[in-house]
Nanobody
Framework: EVQLQASGGGLVQFGGSLRLSCEFSGFTSRDYTIGWFRQAPGKEREGVSC????????YYPDTVKGRFTISRDNAKSRIYLQMNGLKPEDTAVYYCAAHDWGGSVVHGCGEFEWWGKGTQVTVSS
C-alpha cells in the first residue's frame, strides 16, 4: 500500500518561501510519478509539480514555473517542494500524491492515484 505524508506548510508573507516535505513508502516498482497538487476553497484541484521516478523528468504548470522546485531523496524516501516568491494565490491545501500508470510528465502529471493528508499553505498579502 502506497503511503504519503506531507509536512511543512504554514503561514508566510507575500514573496516568502516555504519547503514542503513528503515521506513516501509502498511503491512496488520504480516506474511511478510523484508530486504535489493543491486545492483552494472554491477552486479546482491543480497539479503544481511532479517528478517521474523512472527518468527524473519534472513538470511545472505556468502558474508556478520558475518559483517552485521539486526534488527527491530516494535514500530518505522523501520528495520536497521548494516554493519561492509565494503569492496570495498560492494559498491552498497542498497534497503529496502519486500514481504508477507510467508515462511521460512532459505535458502534465497525469491522474494521481494516491495522496496523503494535506498541509495548509497560507500566503498573506
Amino acid at each position: 500500500e502506497v503511503q504519503l505524508q506531507a509536512s511543512g506548510g504554514g503561514l508566510v508573507q507575500f514573496g516568502g518561501s516555504l519547503r514542503l516535505s513528503c515521506e513516501f513508502s509502498g511503491f512496488t516498482s520504480r516506474d511511478y510519478t510523484i508530486g504535489w497538487f493543491r486545492q483552494a476553497p472554491g477552486k479546482e484541484r491543480e497539479g503544481v509539480s511532479c517528478l517521474s521516478n523512472a527518468d527524473g523528468a519534472t513538470y511545472y504548470p505556468d502558474t508556478v514555473k520558475g518559483r517552485f522546485t521539486i526534488s527527491r531523496d530516494n535514500a530518505k524516501s522523501r520528495i520536497y517542494l521548494q516554493m519561492n516568491g509565494l503569492k496570495p494565490e498560492d494559498t491552498a491545501v497542498y497534497y503529496c500524491a502519486a500514481h504508477d500508470w507510467g508515462g511521460s510528465v512532459v505535458h502534465g502529471c497525469g491522474e494521481f492515484e494516491w495522496w496523503g493528508k494535506g498541509t495548509q499553505v497560507t500566503v498573506s498579502s
